[in-house]
């Protein structure tokens, strides 16, 4: 099951991209692998050389005082994490999640360094899907 968080590639430019393991009880993986979890305003923080997901939400059925946006725990190498905090303070980049998977029985998080996006940057981005998507239309019509 894949859950991809399509406003990251809009907001953000996406460079390099890590697989992290994600902290999580019984009812959020059931909830993952029926498709029902949303990554669209979330991002990751590294806080004491932990990292985090932070505002994704997952809601879970069932289960009472829950909080679907609770901050959960990722499982990274502390190598991994060195790398990301010391990329993310020099170039001055977040880390977004971009999509969420099942590995076998294990759910995976894939996470990116990213870049946030400017106004005309985005309105670019705009044009440029507009004019494939209507070259796409004009061959569809030839053939």
């Given at each position: 099951m894949k859950i991809i968080n399509k406003k990251a590639k809009?907001?953000?430019?996406?460079?390099?991209?890590?697989?992290a393991g994600v902290s999580l009880?019984?009812?959020?993986?059931?909830?993952?692998?029926?498709?029902?979890?949303?990554?669209?305003?979330?991002?990751?923080?590294?806080?004491?050389?932990?990292?985090?997901?932070?505002n994704a939400n997952i809601p879970a059925d069932g289960v009472q005082n829950y909080n679907p946006t609770r901050s959960r725990?990722?499982?990274l190498h502390r190598a991994e994490l060195v790398s990301l905090s010391t990329?993310?303070?020099?170039?001055?980049?977040?880390?977004?999640?971009?999509?969420?998977?099942?590995?076998?029985?294990?759910?995976?998080?894939e996470i990116a360094l990213a870049k946030a996006k400017r106004k005309f940057e985005k309105k670019e981005s705009i044009k440029k899907k507009d004019i494939e998507?209507?070259?796409?239309?004009?061959?569809?019509?030839?053939?």
């Amino acid at each position: 099951m894949k859950i991809i968080n399509k406003k990251a590639k809009f907001n953000y430019i996406l460079f390099e991209k890590f697989e992290a393991g994600v902290s999580l009880t019984g009812a959020e993986v059931k909830a993952i692998k029926t498709a029902r979890a949303d990554l669209s305003n979330s991002y990751v923080k590294i806080i004491r050389d932990e990292a985090y997901l932070v505002n994704a939400n997952i809601p879970a059925d069932g289960v009472q005082n829950y909080n679907p946006t609770r901050s959960r725990k990722l499982l990274l190498h502390r190598a991994e994490l060195v790398s990301l905090s010391t990329k993310m303070k020099q170039k001055k980049l977040t880390l977004v999640p971009v999509k969420v998977y099942t590995k076998g029985r294990l759910v995976k998080l894939e996470i990116a360094l990213a870049k946030a996006k400017r106004k005309f940057e985005k309105k670019e981005s705009i044009k440029k899907k507009d004019i494939e998507r209507e070259i796409a239309q004009q061959l569809r019509s030839r053939y």
